[in-house]
């Protein structure tokens, strides 16, 4: 998946800095900690900023549901945990709402709302960051790769 996507991204005809910055974009929405809302954000900022589509959409898509989601939620919470000073563990409240869901009571959203700040907040903290790091790493780094091989296919 990320050879193809790194394939697409070698194709397009945009100039090198142009390209890495739409990929290193997608990185930054990738890690953001706004699930559900990637491809809507990936597509706004594409289409406000006119980049190339399948270049920020390799990059935002490096976080995707099968392989790589549990990961980055995981290491997202990881970090906002660290930063907050918080433990690493979620608390038994959290994990008792997240093991018996009750659904269909009002009961239990209030309580997974009481619990929340010790969850969501790490989770957006540590989301934030790698969306900072992951995003500047990636600029560099693909904009080496991309002018190494256009310089390699150029005549």
């Known amino acids: 998946m990320l050879r193809a996507a790194f394939r697409r991204l070698l194709a397009i005809d945009d100039p090198p800095e142009r390209t890495a910055l739409a990929f290193s974009i997608g990185i930054f929405i990738a890690f953001s900690p706004f699930l559900g809302l990637h491809t809507i954000m990936a597509t706004l900022v594409a289409f406000i900023f006119r980049f190339n589509k399948v270049a920020i959409y390799a990059g935002t898509f490096i976080n995707n549901?099968?392989?790589?989601?549990?990961?980055?939620?995981?290491?997202?919470?990881?970090?906002?945990?660290?930063?907050?000073?918080?433990?690493?563990?979620?608390?038994?409240?959290?994990?008792?709402?997240?093991?018996?869901?009750?659904?269909?009571?009002?009961?239990?959203?209030?309580?997974?709302?009481?619990?929340?700040r010790n969850?969501?907040?790490?989770?957006?903290?540590?989301?934030?960051?790698?969306?900072?790091v992951c995003s500047v790493v990636a600029y560099p780094l693909t904009l080496r790769a991309l002018r190494a091989y256009r310089s390699r296919k150029a005549p």
């Open 65 to 116: 549901p099968f392989l790589t989601l549990v990961p980055i939620i995981i290491v997202s919470y990881a970090v906002g945990a660290f930063v907050l000073g918080r433990p690493l563990g979620i608390p038994p409240e959290g994990l008792e709402l997240l093991k018996h869901p009750r659904i269909f009571t009002s009961e239990y959203y209030r309580e997974i709302f009481v619990h929340s």
């Open 119 to 132: 969850i969501v907040e790490p989770f957006a903290v540590g989301g934030m960051i790698l969306s900072v």
